[in-house]
């Protein structure tokens, strides 16, 4: 029986890491969640050239507080949006429902001297009774969320005009403002930084750093191969450093704006649903395939009539913020809102068939149109033109998700 000995360079390779199965992991890694970092890259690229473009203007404290709220109520209707097109549906009546919310806020606070709070809270439950009634329809009576949603889009426009009558009315007590125009109140010793943003920004480092080491131990307890070491120490020195600048840029203003915090514990909540409550699994299992999951116990009534209470809550808050925003009730309100909140659901991983798509992903399509819209105002680009860049910018994300399919189909 003969052996044989390896050679010197078999040897020397035989020691060294495997690299190449390091970059086909890698590979691997960027091919399956294409549509989020490349999401994210976008928005990096964007605000870099606008950065660039607007020579500073665009990463000014006040001009980033100024995004954040300008923004919110298109964000908080995204994360509503995305979770409707997982489930398989669709809601063309979140921003007239938005309207009609906000239009019945200011007839409470301002013709019957309601406390905003108590006005605050039964414009919600209207909310919920209203995605609750459009609810009803799509998942108990069978008809089309198209359809439904765009009667709820009819209804609710014709009830903002009714309720207010055709008028504008305000103004709103400064508690009720301050939900979508304040900020989180100073504390602390003077340190020329908004103490409770600094140390809220050291809470989201920590945060995330530590579902990051989670994560991977859950990959490695599973057998799923995680990122390189390098890789891994590269993403959360990265995430590190955008936390810290963007916390020391509204440090240096009036601090974190209420609305973000607002924004903030919706996404952490509804993230967390999504990812690891029942109901979020039996979301992606109807929109991926209903028949399926029905089969397999999934009540597939409820889980789309809840998904629908839940837009409708998320459409009222969206409506009282750009109320409060506005510091007044306006018919005109909500105009476009829902086209918004699609393409921002579309642009952040959402696929026209359903089943994909993450609550962090609309949040990164919002802030790409945000951006976009904020970078073009900023450089003096007119509304004309920035509907036809807006719309090539969703066209483009839509296509992309077609030739992913196409791809992973061969």
Known sequence: MTTTTPSAPDAALAGRPDRSSAGALLLAGLRANMRQYGMLVALAFLVVLFQIWTDGTLLLPNNVSNLIQQNSYILILAMGMMIVIVAGHI????????????????????????????????????????????????????????IVTLAGMLLFRGLTQIFLEG?????????????????????????????????????????????????RRRRAEYDSEPLPTGLWLLKCTAMTAAVVAFTLTLASFHGVPVVMLVMCALLIA????????????????????????????????RVTFLVFVNMGVLAALAGCVYAARLNAGTPQAGLNFELEAVAAAFIGGASMSGGI??????????????????????????????????????????????????????
Not at 276 to 295: D, F, S
């Open 91 to 146: 809601d063309l009546s979140v921003g007239s429902l938005a309207a009609f919310v906000g239009a019945l806020a200011a007839v409470m606070m301002v013709r019957h001297d309601m406390p905003w709070v108590l006005a605050l809270a039964l414009s919600l439950l209207v909310g919920a009774a209203a995605g609750a009634w459009q609810g009803y329809f799509v998942a108990y009576l069978g008809i089309p969320s198209f």
């Open 167 to 215: 008028r504008s009315l305000a103004p709103f007590p400064d508690g009720f403002q301050n939900i979508a125009k304040g900020f989180l109140p100073e504390m602390g010793p003077y340190t020329q930084y908004h103490n409770p943003t600094l140390l809220l920004g050291l809470v989201a480092v920590v945060l995330l750093l530590v579902r990051e080491v989670r994560d």
């Open 270 to 301: 509804l993230g967390y649903v999504m990812r690891n409550a029942v109901i979020g699994r039996h979301v992606y299992a109807l929109g991926g395939n209903k028949a399926a999951a029905t089969l397999s116990g999934v009540k597939d009534r």
């Open 357 to 410: 798509g993450r609550v962090t992903g609309a949040v990164i399509g919002g802030l790409v149109l945000g951006v976009l819209n904020n970078g073009m105002s900023l450089v003096g680009i007119g509304t004309d033109y920035q509907q036809v860049i807006k719309g090539l910018v969703l066209l483009a994300a839509v296509g992309f998700d077609v030739w992913n399919k196409r791809r992973a189909g061969h």
